[in-house]
């Protein structure tokens, strides 16, 4: 079976998606592989939009001609299939591997996305240095216009900048992506603490990448896929970002280019160091830590167990009130069960505009580095966190997994509330389509 990825470069979630495939097809574990093609507005209005209803980046096309939008949902159909070589351990052989690989995939998809989009677009506004403007405005040009010269390509870009996003009124009158910023909690007040979270995960990654070449050990997981996302197309490739990491961060950096596949210094999954015999022979061994092979018995090592702080410390919150003031929303006038919820968005949803913004039924408050402020509820962390706890309830399902998941997470800030989870989401289930959500109660 052939596949067919629709994406963008420089696209945070294309980018997750787009190395979870190359890493089956490399690995074997692919059927005739996928073809990465480049989603032009032509495309995504004229084929996307009919198919799915939903114009987001990535989806995916296999030859069957079922559709699949959305990152985790893909990466969650291919593994369905395709069971040769998993990113996903065993939930009751390795309970604790398994769950710290959910959980790091939602601290990068939902958390991380605020200093990453900020970082993008900060170093875009007019005034601030180093700046990358040009450049991201490149990117953009070459995906809205990809059959025009370089330089009618730049200008797309740059048109649409100004007349979509209101580049020059950033500060003053958030529109597009800074809007979305803003709903996100991401202010002049805030976004210094938003990117000092990020620079403290990096140094987290430093530590653990400096011992093992992937999350789990020597080959990568769910967890690596996710967190690629936010540190690829956002921080890795961006100029301002780019060059960041690279001087600061080295073994983070290498860390991105091994998890992408393509570079042969980085020494990547599936990939052999050879050494001389006695003969002159060649003789191989994997190039990756840990003999290429996730860690034995379940082991997390201190390093991740690290990370994993970081999303109870600071995203763990703002989700126990994500459940409350959905639960509550739903169970109000406002909403008649059933009906139709948020989706996924980088802005409040228009129809739910007045809710998700201000002082709305689905806004809350929040913390970040010590400095409050305020930010939309987003309903699609809902159906992330019902995954989250089916996981949770087939690692727990014996009493070996549940004192072995229970004596792990006590290590953690509110960690044990995580044991909690399904009484949690009573009140506020969800149900996906696509794109689309639906409460069910």
Not at 300 to 328: G, H, N, Q, R, Y
Request: glycine share 10%; proline share 6%.
């Amino acid at each position: 079976m052939t596949y067919r990825l629709f994406s963008w470069e420089h696209s945070y979630f294309s980018g997750k998606a787009r190395a979870h495939l190359r890493y089956k097809e490399r690995m074997g574990d692919l059927g005739e592989g996928y073809e990465d093609i480049l989603a032009t507005p032509e495309l995504t209005e004229g084929l996307l939009a009919p198919a799915t209803g939903s114009i987001a980046i990535p989806q995916l096309l296999s030859s069957d001609g079922s559709w699949v939008q959305d990152s985790s949902d893909i990466i969650d159909f291919i593994e369905a299939s395709h069971k040769k070589v998993p990113v996903i351990p065993n939930a009751v052989e390795a309970p604790r591997q398994t769950l710290a690989s959910y959980l790091v995939e939602l601290l990068a998809d939902e958390w991380m996305v605020v200093p990453a989009f900020w970082e993008r677009w900060h170093y875009s506004l007019p005034g601030i240095e180093p700046n990358h403007a040009h450049y991201n405005a490149m990117q953009w040009g070459s995906m809205i216009a990809p059959a025009a010269p370089g330089k009618d390509r730049l200008a797309a870009g740059e048109y649409i900048f100004e007349e979509l996003f209101a580049i020059s009124q950033a500060r003053t009158n958030p529109q597009g992506v800074y809007a979305g910023l803003v709903h996100l909690g991401c202010n002049k007040e805030t976004e210094q603490a938003w990117w000092a979270s990020m620079e403290n995960i990096f140094t987290l990654l430093d530590t653990h990448f400096g011992a093992h070449d992937f999350l789990l050990g020597g080959r990568p997981s769910l967890g690596d896929f996710g967190l690629f996302g936010p540190l690829y197309a956002h921080i890795y490739r961006d100029a301002t970002s780019g060059f960041m990491l690279r001087t600061q961060h080295p073994i983070v950096s290498e860390w991105v280019e091994r998890t992408n596949g393509d570079n042969l210094t980085a020494r990547t999954y599936g990939q052999q160091l050879y050494s001389l015999g006695p003969d002159g022979e060649l003789i191989g061994r994997p190039a990756t830590s840990d003999g290429g092979q996730w860690l034995t018995n379940d082991q997390v090592p201190p390093s991740l167990d690290a990370l994993i702080a970081v999303f109870f410390e600071e995203m763990w919150p703002v989700l126990t009130s994500t459940m409350e003031k959905t639960a509550a929303f739903i169970a109000s006038p406002a909403h008649k069960l059933g009906d139709e919820l948020p989706g996924k968005t980088f802005t409040a949803d228009p129809p739910w505009i007045d809710h998700q913004t201000g002082d709305g039924a689905l806004t809350h408050d929040f913390k970040i580095g010590g400095v409050q402020a305020r930010r939309m509820v987003i309903p699609y962390h809902l159906w992330m966190l019902q995954r989250l706890n089916g996981v949770l309830e087939e690692a727990t399902a014996t009493e070996t997994g549940r004192e072995c998941v229970t004596k792990w997470l006590q290590q953690f800030p509110r960690g044990e509330e995580l044991m909690e989870l399904r009484d949690r989401l009573s009140g506020c289930h969800v149900r996906k389509e696509g794109a689309r959500l639906f409460s069910i109660g």
